[in-house]
């Protein structure tokens, strides 16, 4: 069974930062595609940035978010991070992490573990 446990959320202004983190239990974090995704309220819940299993190490961004954020993995500490820099009010949302074993998706449909959400809330 895979356990993920999302922290690092809070309220920030705009053009400030943060960075989210994912901890995973289980013993084969590294096979793991791994991706952060959000949920704003009213809308469906989208995806934001993915990384790849640990020996392709592949990244891939929203367009919206490209530029902006960054994805990366630390297989020792078996955690996956989302920096996220010049925040705007419009990525205000909650922000999920989800893990994978066999493609890098942007769908949410794709992804078999979710963690429970951490808030982000950007003022203006």
């Known amino acids: 069974q895979v356990q993920l446990v999302e922290s690092g959320g809070g309220v920030v202004q705009a053009g400030g930062s943060l960075r989210l983190s994912c901890a995973v239990s289980?013993?084969?974090?590294?096979?793991?595609?791994m991706g952060w995704f959000r949920q704003a309220p009213g809308k469906e819940r989208e995806f934001v940035a993915g990384i790849s299993r640990s020996e392709m190490s592949t990244t891939t961004y929203a367009d919206s978010v490209e530029g902006r954020f960054t994805i990366s993995r630390d297989n020792a500490k078996n955690t996956v991070y989302l920096q996220m820099n010049s925040l705007r009010p419009e990525d205000t949302a909650v922000y999920y992490c989800a893990a994978e074993p066999l493609v890098l998706s942007r769908s949410p449909k794709d992804y078999a573990y979710w963690g429970q959400g951490t808030q982000v809330t950007v003022s203006s």
């Open positions: 289980g013993r084969t974090f590294s096979r793991y595609n």
